[in-house]
């Protein structure tokens, strides 16, 4: 057990390493960190001494703590090791880089690393992302400690638990474990979206990379439309194509104008035919226009149907879709016929055609007009949601209040909000 | 690659989204310090400093080049870079060294503030609280995009001292010469304003401040044409109107044989020379200059601090979002404002420590440059060539000289 206890990495680095003999056998200069379960662990120790490296497996280290590291085997008798790119060493790979801070969503720099002695293990069991971690490195802990002691403010200790970890740079996957992936992929999409626009353009491409689409999806709709467009246009073609897909129409359509032409033709000709139609229909549209505005996934009934079916067919399918509020009675032909709230279906006899529910002077516009002249509509009428109908009186599309607020707010209120 | 006319538009469109921080950067370096430094030099030297300008332009176009391709590449702040390649050490130091280099500088910024609205008959108690606090709102209160449109706006306003330099009607033939022919001359009053002059060229917070720019604007590498037009135009405006400033004194007041010791003393002095016109730019310039780089100064720093010690940074966020950031922001502008309202305040030797903290910190800031620019696996292809290195390589050479000369010579 060379290890009890726990100690932090700075306190041991750069400290002497002793051999059985106990003269100096070198200087600590890193650990070689392993993938282990629960938690990663020391494989190896690197000691140098005049500029030339050894590397010492964990099973030769006798003593590991911030008083004594010392090693069962001659200093000569090590190898001198050349340092392998693949290798993960906690200070070249891991130590001052950003992290993800899975619980508190927020990209942290390490300052420190805590390892902790786990059945003849050191494991390593949090990163200090606080300003103790600083001063430590810095090698004045105990003496703030004592300053701020005086002034009466205690010092906080700002660990995060290894668990709780997403490595940001692909450097650091061998490390990743199920559980920080999970933990990504389980925050809200405006908090991820937030993280990707911290860091720096290639960590946000893996890390948009290696989530699965839907989370990456939901994330991207969230990100400001020059951040959107930077990302997309950087990873590979078929995945864009797969997020981008998993996005509703109308924000798809927005990311895809806003990228250039031969770009945007390589993803949409990767989409599913079905959604690269609704897509490039939206596109055709302005975006400050209702057509631009509007999402084509929307659910419409004919207007013959009973509420009771309705109710049967919405819950159906609702589940996979964006919350919706009403549906939509048309006619034959996709001809609009009008608006039923879900409360009125709720509240009506199952026998009830659906056109006998339809809102009384329900509000429609064209495709054409633009997102202010909407917006003063929906304020004025107390609308959530406002159907799209073209000249030929079909419902092309709906636009939600959720689009229609974010095209309305200043910039740096949306930006605060994210923040 | 620009015949079609469609696709020249659409490089435009582009370009004017890009550009920005190399513009603005160079810009600020023409602050208060800077052109008291220009002043001095054409008063003293008239026309004989004007070839430093045409070496001082390569260099700097070299040295935000390489800034602002890191920044393009890697996606990271030079602060950030040089935390997670160096470790913390080398970064705490080299961060306080910063921090109290650029807390002089802005107090020397509000003291040309203060110096230039005084020739206005503005009272320094009025225009220096006044200042401190519209800059502190423009930054806390504004959002980084609109901010940044207004820089560029500003950066217009250094024109005036081309104006100013036009109305000090110069023999324009003897201009071109003495540019284009260096005057090589070896007293140490002619060495030390030839340090000066460089010294005040490129400052390493301009490094730090170009690259976090770039990186905020997410500019990709197939746009990075983008940004080298940036770094070279606004290096080009900087010393163009540095070079102007020199002639506007060098015209007047060298001929005229008048001593100044400071910016505001050379607009007070161009009255009975070029017309009160010209003064009343030269102070314009002076004060826009000062108030310009005493609100992108605390910003830059608050900024690669944050970046460095892994602190939430951005003009965007609240107190709350990011307490460390607003607080050293806020805090540089009311220290700095305070040191220039205490009466009889030595300002002179805080600016000239300043002034010797820059140039000795410089070298390592381009060492620790070279360093990460040439690192093949972070630059991926876009490491220096060789001429870039060879001109920041003697750059570095030549500023750790300058300023070890400087240094026996001032103790001497």
Known sequence: ?????????????????????????????????????????????????????????????????????????????????????????????????????????????????????????????????????????????????????????????????????????????????????QMVAALHPADLAEILSQVSRDEG????????????????????????????????????????????????????????????????????????????????YEEDSAGGLM???????????????????????????????????????????????LRSLLIAESTEPLHTLVEARQRTVPPDIDGRHIATLMSKYNLIALPVVGADGRLLGVVTIDDVIDRLLPAAVRKKRKA | MLRSPRRLWSRLVLLGSIIGPGIITANIDNDAGGIATYSIAGAHF?????????PATVVLIVVQEMASRMGVVTGKGLAALIRERFGVLVTFWLMVALLVTDLGNTTAEFAGWAASMELFGVSKYISVPLGALFIWLLVVKGTYRVFERIFLGICLVYLTYVVAAVMAKPDWVDVAKHTLRPTLR??????????????????????????????????????????????????????IVALFIMVACG??????????????????????????????????????????????LPLATAYYICEAMGWEAGVDKTLREAPQFIGLYTGFIVVGAMIVMIPRVPLIPIMWITQVINGIMLPFVLLLMLKLVNDETLMKGWTNSRFQNTVAWVTTWVMIALTVGLLVSSVA
């Not at chain 1, 790979?93 to 050191?122: M, P, S």
Request: contains cysteine; proline residues 4%; glycine residues 6%.
């Open chain 1, 1 to 181: 057990m060379p290890l009890f206890g726990q100690c932090f990495l700075s306190d041991v680095l750069k400290k002497p390493v002793l051999d059985p003999r106990g003269d100096v056998a070198g200087r600590l200069k890193d650990v070689l960190v392993v993938k282990g379960e629960p938690l990663a662990k020391v494989a190896a120790i690197l000691v140098t001494r005049n500029r030339r490296s050894f590397l010492v497996p964990w099973r030769d280290v006798e003593m590991f703590n911030r008083r004594i590291l010392s090693i069962r085997c001659e200093a000569e008798s090590i190898q001198s090791y050349q340092l392998a790119d693949e290798d993960l060493l906690a200070v070249r790979d891991i130590l001052d880089k950003q992290i993800v801070d899975a619980n508190g969503a927020k990209v942290v720099r390490v300052n420190d690393i805590r390892l902790e002695g786990y059945n003849g293990e050191a494991v390593l069991t949090a990163a200090d992302v606080g300003v103790r971690g600083l001063l430590r490195r810095l090698g004045v802990e105990r003496q703030s400690e004592r300053f701020f002691g005086l002034l009466k403010v205690q010092l906080p200790l700002t660990l995060i638990s290894w668990q709780y970890i997403q490595a940001l740079s692909p450097k650091l996957k061998t490390l990743a474990l199920t559980v920080p992936r």
């Open chain 1, 205 to 284: 491409r893996s890390l948009l990379t290696e989530l699965d689409v839907k989370t990456a999806a939901g994330a991207l709709s969230e990100l400001e439309s020059e951040e959107q467009v930077q990302l997309i246009a950087e990873i590979d073609a078929q995945k864009a194509a797969d997020i981008i897909e998993e996005m509703p129409p109308d924000e798809a359509s927005d990311v895809l104008g806003d990228l250039p032409a031969d770009k945007a033709k390589e993803i949409l000709d990767r989409i599913e035919v079905k959604e690269s139609e609704d897509i490039q229909e939206l596109l055709g």
């Open chain 1, 295 to 341: 999402t084509t996934e929307f659910i419409a009934y004919p207007s013959t149907l009973t509420a009771g079916e309705a109710i049967q067919r919405f819950k159906e399918r609702a589940g996979r879709d964006e919350p919706m509020y009403q549906v939509y009675a048309i006619g034959a032909d996709d001809k609009f016929v009008g608006v039923v709230a």
């Open chain 2, 46 to 54: 008239g026309y004989a400093l004007l070839w430093t300008m045409v």
């Open chain 2, 186 to 239: 070896f007293d140490a009053a002619y060495l030390s304003m030839t340090i000066g002059l460089v010294g005040t060229t490129i400052a390493p917070w301009m490094q730090f401040y170009l690259q976090s720019a770039i990186v905020e604007k997410g500019v990709r590498p197939d746009q990075y044409w983008g940004v080298r037009v940036d770094v070279i135009v606004g290096s080009f405006m900087t010393d």
């Open chain 2, 251 to 296: 015209a007047t007041l060298f001929h005229a044989g008048i001593h100044v010791d400071s910016a505001e003393q050379a607009a007070q002095a161009l009255t009975p020379l070029a017309g009160r016109y010209a003064s009343l730019l030269f102070a314009a310039g002076l004060a826009n200059a000062s108030l310009f780089s005493a609100c992108i």
